[in-house]
């Protein structure tokens, strides 16, 4: 499996979520915990989480959220299941996406 993982670098076991609601007690990383475990279980999943980080600096727009898994199979598993989230009452404006380097958005972008 370290082949598998090697090809996507450090990221392959990543996802970052973005549009969670940043709740006040922004230094609490117990709270991001449990809304990242309630999100998943939205999805039916329990993934093993390795850590969990808000990215960037601290603004009135909720911050996304990087959420580095154990295995690869864990990332795909949960992105394969994003479309469940629309139309959720508590998680319809959160969106996921694999962890991409700056040459990856950029591609992307041009698409």
């Given at each position: 499996s370290s082949g598998i993982n090697a090809e996507y670098g450090d990221r392959g076991c990543n996802i970052i979520i973005h549009g969670l609601e940043e709740l006040k007690d922004n230094g609490n990383s117990d709270e991001l915990e449990t809304q990242i475990k309630a999100l998943f279980s939205e999805l039916d999943e329990a993934p093993k989480?390795?850590?969990?980080?808000?990215?960037?600096?601290?603004?009135?727009?909720?911050?996304?959220?990087?959420?580095?898994?154990?295995?690869?199979n864990a990332q795909i598993s949960i992105l394969s299941?994003?479309?469940?989230?629309?139309?959720?009452?508590?998680?319809?404006?959160?969106?996921?996406?694999?962890?991409?380097?700056?040459?990856?958005?950029?591609?992307?972008?041009?698409?």
């Amino acid at each position: 499996s370290s082949g598998i993982n090697a090809e996507y670098g450090d990221r392959g076991c990543n996802i970052i979520i973005h549009g969670l609601e940043e709740l006040k007690d922004n230094g609490n990383s117990d709270e991001l915990e449990t809304q990242i475990k309630a999100l998943f279980s939205e999805l039916d999943e329990a993934p093993k989480v390795k850590s969990v980080e808000r990215l960037g600096k601290i603004s009135s727009s909720a911050r996304p959220v990087k959420v580095v898994l154990r295995s690869r199979n864990a990332q795909i598993s949960i992105l394969s299941k994003k479309p469940l989230l629309k139309g959720n009452d508590k998680f319809g404006k959160v969106f996921l996406t694999p962890d991409r380097t700056v040459e990856e958005r950029r591609e992307r972008k041009q698409l």
